[in-house]
């Protein structure tokens, strides 16, 4: 079916629903991408063209329908530009993986100042923009869903990585706060919060190639995504992949936030040496 074609005696174009994937390029967010392309038809959204070729190959060797867009999340015009390409061709968001984000090891004295607020400018800023311009679609149609890419940091203090663990309690109270505004409106609302995954992510957040960490913390990329997209269609509030994780998050409010603060950036600061 032509995307922008009118139904017959009807001026209203019929348009696409598809999954918007951020960040779609490596890691959790092309493993979500991946999912999604098994049910429906797939954009998805990365800073470069590198990677994206590889997710288009691996998606229509499944059998998936996608098409890509290359969007800088921390553009000021990003979400207008996304939203102006979906209608260009006809596409209508009925589901948003707020996949993109990025983090920085380090004092907070010491980043860039600039990459610290590009750090808000993407994981906050962008994933709002994007939630709310299509919000109202989705509440208007009585369907739809939006999977925000939390992190067990989110119930956590975050010294050497202030920035980073600031966005992510952001965002974990921006979806609850907003799966509450939308109960019984046919849009569902989740927060996937993994703890570490082996990723481009720490590499670029040390700045320097790291080899991979193995914790009991830590969960594959794979498995991240297939608890928090099972989670996401079964309407579930929050997924929190790995017991060891789950146990953390339940346990953190049992010790004194200093205490738990000064361990974090003892953990950081041995994460940063060892970049």
Known sequence: MNGTSAAPGCAVPVLRPVTLVTGASSGIGRELAMLAAREGEVLWLARSEAGLADVASAITAAGGRASKLVSDGTAPDAVAAIMAHMARHGMVCDQLVNNAGSGLVGLAEVIDPDAQLACIDLNARFATALALAVLPGMLARGRGGILNLGSIAGFLPGPGMSVYYATKAYLRSFSEGLRQEVAGRGVRITLLSPGPVNTRFLERATGGARAAETTVFHVDAERVAALGWA?????????IPGLANRL????????????????????????????
Do not use: D, Y
């Open 231 to 239: 989670g996401f269609r079964a309407g579930r509030a929050h997924v």
């Open 248 to 275: 953390l998050v339940w346990m953190a409010p049992l010790v004194p936030r200093g205490m738990l603060a000064a361990m974090i950036l003892r953990q950081q600061s041995a994460r940063r040496e060892g970049a």
